[in-house]
Every structure is written in C-alpha cells, then in structure tokens.
C-alpha cells in the first residue's frame, strides 16, 4: 500500500501532463469541465476536423482588400491506402499553399482494437500534418499501417492540389 499511493499518483500526474501535451486539456481553462478520456472513446464515428473561424464585424470607413483566387480554400482527395488493417484515405484542405486541415475519409474501423487505435492515432496524426504542413510526417507508435497509409494518401493529395 506504501508503494502504491506514489504510484498512482506519479501515474495520474504523466497522465495529465500526456493530455496537456496532446492539446486534449486546456490549462489556461481550468473551469472548463471535460473528460477527454471519455470524448475519446465514445467518439466511434469518423473522426472529424473542424476548422472555426471566428470573425468580429467591426465597421471600418474606407475599401476591403479584395479576396484573390490564390487564397481560395480547395480541397483535394488522396488515394484510397489498403493497409493490413484496412483502407486509408484522406482529404487535404488548403487555402492559397497552407494546408488549413486534414479530413479523414476511411480508416480501419471494422475490429474493435483498430478503433481504439484511431480513435488515439488519427487526432496525433492531423496536429503532425499541421505541424509539419506536409506528410513528413513521424506517424504514431502502435499505429503503424494506419500511418503510413495517412502519409501516402495525404502526399498523393498535396501533389494533386498543386
């Protein structure tokens, strides 16, 4: 009992820092009342990416810069990936170069492990994706097919966008 009360705790504290790290916890929310463990598994759809931008109407004397055609958002579909595990196939969001998202459009979904794998893997696979603003993307330990077939359908979609 002496060894297991340090190491719960110690257990709990990784814990937190592991889910601040991923971006799941908000720290400069404390009152925000979440359970990301719980978002996490019950989320057994389709992932999904959401983009919101926030806009505040301010009234401004004097032209608006036009919008140019180069900073238009387009969207592109990579390849469908069989995997050992099942298909992967994503979509990538772009506004003029930048990539603005990733949306995933197959996944391995059918055993209940593969799941529970991309429920964790493809969250960590779009903020390399974002990070990265490529498919060089590092890929997620114990989620290997899915990210490899991430990065192949994400790089076929980027070429084809450009």
């Not at 709990?12 to 720290?27: E, F, S």
């Not at 389709?46 to 140019?68: F, L």
């Not at 170069?97 to 493809?122: F, G, H, M, T, W």
């Not at 603003?133 to 991430?150: F, K, L, M, P, R």
């Amino acid at each position: 009992m002496k060894k297991a009360l340090p190491a719960i705790a110690v257990s709990a504290a990784g814990l937190t820092w592991l889910l601040h790290a991923q971006g799941l916890i908000d720290a400069s929310a404390p009152s925000k009342s979440t359970n990301a463990a719980t978002s996490l598994s019950t989320n057994r759809g389709a992932p999904t990416s959401t983009v919101t931008a926030t806009s505040t109407s301010t009234t401004q004397a004097g032209p608006t810069a036009p919008t140019s055609a180069s900073g238009a958002t387009r969207t592109s579909d990579g390849p469908t990936i069989d995997t050992r595990y099942g298909p992967v196939q994503v979509e990538a969001v772009l506004q003029g170069s930048k990539l603005i998202d990733v949306k995933v459009l197959q996944y391995p979904s059918d055993r209940r492990r593969s799941q529970e794998i991309n429920d964790q893997a493809l969250p960590m696979l779009h903020d390399q994706a974002m990070s990265a603003q490529s498919a060089q993307i590092d890929g997620v330990s114990g989620a290997t097919y899915t990210s490899s077939g991430y990065a192949q359908s994400l790089q076929a979609a980027l070429d084809q966008a450009k």
